[in-house]
């Protein structure tokens, strides 16, 4: 039976990992490729690596640092910040990462996704959603550039584009609960497995492996992503990665 | 010596960087004379069908691969598009595939709580005896992450089966031919073991 994924998500900003919170750079948590070893040693079901530096300052894709980190993962990677063209979509994908994440790019124009599968197929197209509850009005904002650019479009509307796109995954990144180990939004989480028939991954809020195995009784199939949780350790937030071992894994998916 | 072909299409490194690991001789094979010495090859495959068949064709390797294949026997592992383009053809796409199993590769077409892309960990269960399983642990399972699937029109000598909304063919062996829909270079401990097998067992 298919397992629910529960994806570690680092952020790369100033050439190192960083915790944001609330999409504000926050700790430094240490090395990307030293934070790799340990996730595969770990045998994590996925990762993903999101550069936060490249959209804001209009830089391209590292492709020294994705070749670095594709090297070094035995697990499936996904690669985002600063895509917006095929070609770099396709030397990423050619580097030995599965995925690649758009966001600003794709947000501006959703047939860019549509190129990129011709090439590398729909399977490997993410989209990664920012998004925030809308504070008049009903629903939820989209943002990019670290949440600074909010899109004219509301989510609903956003996710039924998303639908008649070449788009393999959705990732829903909760900015309201962007280190703030408050649990998942669920009214988000349900909204987006029912407008999509595609996989949708969750991002924000997860304080606790019970988090991760709530969010997948409710959904059954859902990807689990969390960052603070599986780089701090207790109320301090020292720096420590973890992530559950094959038995505690098994504690939390649906049965 | 494993050759893995590099022609553009594939997680070359990845499968490469696990042989270099496990000290097993391996190498990339770009033009057709990086086939002298090798005794295996591994045919990896990322990317839509037609997209992975075009750069199979301009990279001039064919011929000489389906010949290595077919005519000489020599062992070849495909791995999830390298395994969709033994079929025949596509519903991804226009093009004919290797033609070397007789497949076509379908669309997943499920009810709505099966999202698909098919994407995650999932197991298997073996039919016949395939001995390129030997030491993985089933229960943990393999990466997968495919929106298609291949569908056999005939009899092979073992297949894995996996379920995901319908019951699906995610590993063959014919003979010298093995291939899985799944990823076995992402798919920690059990890939490497997987890899490892091909690489020191006998097939044919």
Avoid at chain 1, 206 to 211: C, F, G, K, R
Avoid at chain 2, 177 to 189: D, L, M, N, R, Y
């Amino acid at each position: 039976m298919l397992r629910s994924r529960i994806i570690p998500c680092l952020l790369i900003h100033d050439d190192g990992l960083n915790k944001t919170e609330l999409f504000k750079p926050g700790k430094y948590v240490g090395d990307p490729l030293n934070a790799v070893k340990i996730f595969n040693e770990k045998e994590v079901d996925e990762l993903i690596v999101l550069d936060i530096d490249n959209t804001v300052q209009g830089k391209s894709p590292n492709m020294e640092v994705i070749q670095s980190l594709a090297n070094e993962c035995r697990m499936p990677l996904c690669y985002g910040g600063g895509i917006t063209t095929v070609e770099q979509a396709v030397h990423i994908i050619s580097m030995g990462v599965e995925k690649v994440a758009l966001s600003s790019a794709a947000l501006a124009d959703f047939s860019l996704c549509d190129k990129i599968a011709a090439v590398i197929g729909k399977q490997s197209v993410v989209v990664v959603l920012d998004v925030k509850k809308a504070r008049w009005g009903k629903g939820y904002n989209v943002f990019t550039h670290n949440g600074t650019k909010k899109h004219p479009n509301k989510l609903d509307v956003l996710l039924e584009e998303i639908s008649n796109h070449e788009v393999g995954e959705v990732v829903l990144n909760a900015i309201d609960n962007d280190g703030q180990m408050c649990g998942y939004n669920y009214e988000l989480s349900d909204l987006a497995t029912t407008k999509l028939n595609i996989p949708v991954t969750m991002l924000g809020g997860a304080s606790s492996y019970n988090d991760i195995k709530s969010l997948i009784a409710r959904h059954k199939i859902i990807g689990a992503a969390a960052g603070s949780l599986f780089v701090f350790k207790g109320r301090l937030k020292a720096v420590l990665i973890n992530y559950p071992n094959r038995e505690e894994r098994k504690k939390l998916y649906h049965k | 010596m494993i050759g893995i072909l590099d022609y553009g299409a594939g997680n070359v490194q990845a499968i490469a960087r696990i042989y270099n690991n496990l000290r097993i001789p391996n190498k990339l094979i770009k033009s057709t004379s990086d086939f002298e010495g090798v005794e295996k090859l591994i045919l990896p495959g990322v990317g839509s069908f037609d997209a992975v068949v075009s750069k199979l064709n301009e990279s001039g390797l064919k011929e000489r691969l389906s010949e290595l294949v077919l005519v000489e026997k020599i062992p070849v592992f495909g791995i999830c598009v390298g395994l969709q383009i033994m079929a025949k053809s596509s519903e991804e796409g226009t093009l004919p595939g290797l033609g070397w199993i007789n497949a076509t590769v379908k669309k997943f077409k499920l009810p709505s709580e099966y999202h698909v892309p098919h994407m995650g960990w999932n197991t298997f269960s073996v039919s016949g005896t395939n001995e390129i399983f030997n030491g993985t642990d089933n229960e943990f399972g393999f990466y997968f992450v495919h929106s298609f699937y291949f569908d056999l029109d005939e009899e092979v000598d073992s297949t894995a089966r996996t379920t995901y909304g319908i019951e699906f063919t995610s590993a063959i062996r014919k003979g010298n031919i093995v291939a899985t829909q799944f990823h076995p270079e992402k798919s920690h401990s059990n890939g490497v073991t997987l890899l490892k097998n091909f690489a020191v067992q006998d097939i044919c």
